[in-house]
């Protein structure tokens, strides 16, 4: 059995380059015994569970051949497809985590997040992210047309971005007291969100932080339950 954890692939139609590179990736792994975890922004904007499209249909005939296949995918959501839910998931057989998951593999119990949480000096991104993320505001969005939900989703877009112009590197980073409290009750943190990958060592525990899917590669990680030290290195996946 293989555990492959990516995350931040916002998947478009307008970066088709990044579409086949996951579409590479399932085949990759769809032989492996694999389970699948993708920690947050697989899309890049999510408008519904009700959207279809032909790009969006390849995605999902490749995840049913993966999961006929006799592997199995988890998914997280992330800032930009916080909107993505059961519905959509069940195309597929796969499995919709909570924002904060613990899995255990070999002897280490790992937390698995998307990130934005524990960027908590970023204080307008969190105070927004209570806001849209209220149950009662997202069922009356759902209940919208899709192309009054598409404009709204690039609007945010289209603020995010000019927000995180002038916000400092710092506050847009994660917040140290934030990374040592996610890891009292865990042995390993394994999140994506700040496009900043590396592994960090806090007090002699991981920090994994995947990396964004850029043109031509990414950085995933893989991980051999079978392997009691777990060989935590990220790896370079390459489209």
């Not at 293989?2 to 579409?23: N, Q």
């Not at 960027?119 to 209220?134: A, E, L």
């Amino acid at each position: 059995m293989t555990y492959l954890f990516i995350a931040d692939l916002h998947l478009s139609p307008d970066h088709p380059r990044l579409v086949r590179g996951f579409l590479d990736l399932l085949d990759a792994y769809k032989n492996n015994n694999t389970q699948l975890y993708i920690l947050g922004d697989w899309f890049n904007a999510w408008i519904g569970d009700d959207y279809s499209a032909p790009w969006l249909d390849e995605i999902i005939t490749a995840l049913k051949q993966f999961n006929d296949a006799g592997n199995q995918i988890y998914f997280l959501s992330g800032n930009r497809d916080f909107a993505l839910g059961k519905t959509f998931l069940q195309k597929f057989d796969g499995t919709l985590l909570n924002d904060i998951e613990y899995l255990k593999i070999a002897h280490s119990i790992i937390r698995l997040e998307h990130g934005d949480l524990l960027c908590t000096d970023d204080v307008s991104y969190q105070k927004f992210r209570k806001i849209i993320r209220n149950p009662l505001l997202l069922g009356f969005l759902k209940k919208m047309p899709l192309s009054f939900r598409q404009k709204l989703a690039n609007g945010f877009r289209k603020k995010s971005q000019q927000a995180n112009q002038i916000k400092s590197y710092d506050v847009m980073d994660v917040n140290q007291h934030a990374v040592e409290l996610a890891l009292s009750d865990a042995d390993i943190l394994i999140h994506g969100h700040t496009h900043r990958p590396q592994i960090h060592d806090v007090h002699g525990k991981p920090r994994i932080v995947l990396g964004d899917w850029r043109e031509h590669e990414a950085l995933i990680l893989e991980l051999d339950p079978q392997n009691p030290e777990l060989n935590l290195k990220l790896k370079k996946w390459h489209y």
